[in-house]
Each structure stands twice: as C-alpha cells, then as structure tokens.
C-alpha cells in the first residue's frame, strides 16, 4: 500500500520568511513518482513539479525548491521570500510504477502568508 | 488554466437524486482520471479512463459510474445521493505514453446534496 504523509497541518508565517512543508511517503515499489500540487483559495489544483525515484537531483525554480531524499523517504518543498499569495493548501503526492495510474495525495498544508 | 474543463462548477441536488459530472481532457490526452475530495476523506481518486477503456478504479461506489466516450470527455455519474457524496469532484488529464506524466486538474465541480 502506498501512504503520503504531511505531518503539518497549518503553517503560518510573516511575508518574506522562508518555509519549509514536509512530505513523507510510504511505497514498495522501487520506481514511484512525487509531485506537489497547490490549491489556492479559488480551489483548482495547479501542478507544481513532478519526480522521479531514479533522479535525486534538487529541482529549483524561482523562489521553489524541492529537497528529495530517498534515503528518509522525503520530498520535502521549501518557498523562499514568501508572498501572500503563496498562501494556498500544498499538496504532496505519490504515484507507483505498479499501483495503476492513481495519484495518492497526503492530506495537504495549509499555509497563511500574512502581509 | 490547465486546459482540463469541467461542468457544471456547482451543483446542489437532493438526497435520492442523481446528476451527471462532465469533463474534458487537454487536448490530445488519453487519460482521464475522477478524484473526489472532502472534508474527512481529503483527496480520493475514484476511477481512470484511458481512451474509452477503464484502466484504474479507486475507492469508488458502487452508486457511482464513469465512462468515457469516443471524442474523450468524460462523465461520471452519481446516483442515489447521500449528504455525505457532498465533496468537490476533480477530473484530470494526463498524456503519458509508457512514462508517467503529470496529471492536469480541471477546475472542479462542488457538488452540494441537500
């Protein structure tokens, strides 16, 4: 069975401050693919990175950057000078290479940027 | 914007009652994947279509039906509603071949059964 894990359930910080969401999984399967979808207030979903198992490469992208570490089972996404409008749930997800097609998600972080 | 539609965006319905979700996928997408998401469940995914045939099913029940039709949309059926089917309903699209790729998120449909 596979889990996701998002131990933080709210964070809170002042713009411009650093923060970091935790994401632990759970899989048997030796090849497994991570992502990171934000929920903003509106409610979609947006896609924010995809990874694979096999590429433990760091990934960075602006003020995003995504820490993946086989070895602790993590995938954890740092925002750096946040702004309000990083505030949105976060979600972290994980998809097996023999689970089907399914995407399981942990169950979210909700981050409050205040001004 | 994903490129994933959805219709309707909201949707209040009575208890007994049944309704129709409608998706269509990004253009030139296969797949095509329901996930449910509420308050004590979180994000569930339900079923997947890849190109007509269904592919994955999830923790769906038994009062709910998919399918996906020759030009690819997709509609997921709920029947027989209970106040606990009240949640947001997701499709989303994916394109992969062989590899795995990202899934796209359509805007959603909040269902509300009253």
């Known amino acids: 069975a596979q889990k996701v894990t998002q131990a933080q359930t709210e964070i809170s910080v002042v713009e411009k401050e650093d923060v970091t969401l935790d994401c632990v999984y759970e899989?048997?399967?030796?090849?497994?693919?991570l992502f990171w979808y934000k929920q903003p207030p509106s409610g979609e979903l947006v896609f924010l990175i995809r990874?694979?198992?096999?590429?433990?490469q760091n990934e960075i992208s602006g003020r995003y950057s995504w820490n993946f570490q086989k070895s602790t089972s993590s995938f954890n996404f740092t925002i750096t000078a946040s702004q309000v409008v990083d505030s949105a749930v976060y979600f972290c997800?994980?998809?097996?290479?023999?689970?089907?097609?399914?995407?399981?998600f942990g169950g979210g972080t909700r981050l409050m940027v205040k001004p | 914007d994903s490129g994933v539609t959805q219709t309707p965006k909201h949707l209040i319905t009575a208890t007994g009652q049944r309704v129709t979700l409608r998706c269509s996928p990004r253009?030139?997408?296969?797949?095509v994947y329901w996930y449910q998401q509420s308050l004590d469940q979180g994000l569930q995914f339900l079923i997947q279509?890849?190109?007509?045939?269904?592919?994955a099913k999830g923790n769906i029940l038994e009062r709910f039906s998919a399918q996906q039709f020759p030009d690819l949309h997709s509609e997921l059926n709920l029947s027989s509603l209970e106040l606990g089917d009240s949640a947001l309903y997701f499709c989303?699209?994916?394109?992969?071949?062989?590899?795995?790729?990202?899934?796209?998120f359509g805007p959603g449909t909040r269902l509300t059964v009253t």
């Open positions: 989303a699209s994916s394109g992969e071949k062989g590899a795995p790729r990202e899934q796209y």
């Open positions: 899989t048997r399967d030796t090849t497994y693919y």
């Open positions: 990874r694979n198992s096999f590429d433990e």
């Open positions: 997800a994980l998809r097996g290479n023999n689970a089907g097609n399914m995407l399981t």
């Open positions: 253009s030139g997408d296969l797949s």
């Open positions: 279509y890849y190109n007509g045939e269904e592919r």
